[in-house]
């Protein structure tokens, strides 16, 4: 059974840290392009980063950039997002995404920054 299982979210103030995880199985984790996507209230889900199969390519959301950080880790089949420096405008749920010949989601964690 194919799962991707989201944790780390939570409510932090304004220029405080998160970090996110996300753990898979079910599938070959290292085969799969991972990305982390949000969603904020009464907005479309956004792409934020995506890290290549081995970790070696990032590529992150202009709004991100220099904030968040993109990882994984193959040998426990872990994606994470280190956030810093967070803003309100970082609000949403957060949610994993692998992508191979096929696309599996996760159920998302929510992330709420505010004072």
């Known amino acids: 059974q194919v799962q991707l299982v989201e944790s780390g979210g939570g409510l932090v103030e304004p220029g405080g840290s998160l970090r996110l995880s996300c753990a898979a199985s079910?599938?070959?984790?290292?085969?799969?392009?991972m990305s982390w996507y949000r969603q904020a209230p009464g907005k479309e889900r956004e792409l934020v980063a995506t890290?290549?199969?081995?970790?070696?390519?990032?590529n992150y959301a202009d709004s991100v950039k220099g904030r968040f950080t993109i990882s994984r880790d193959n040998a426990k089949n872990t994606m994470y997002l280190q956030m810093n420096s967070l803003k309100s405008e970082d609000t949403a749920v957060y949610y994993c995404?692998?992508?191979?010949?096929?696309?599996?989601w996760g159920q998302g964690t929510q992330v709420t920054v505010s004072p």
């Open positions: 079910g599938f070959t984790f290292s085969a799969f392009t």
């Open positions: 890290i290549s199969r081995n970790g070696g390519v990032t």
């Open positions: 995404n692998g992508r191979s010949l096929v696309i599996y």
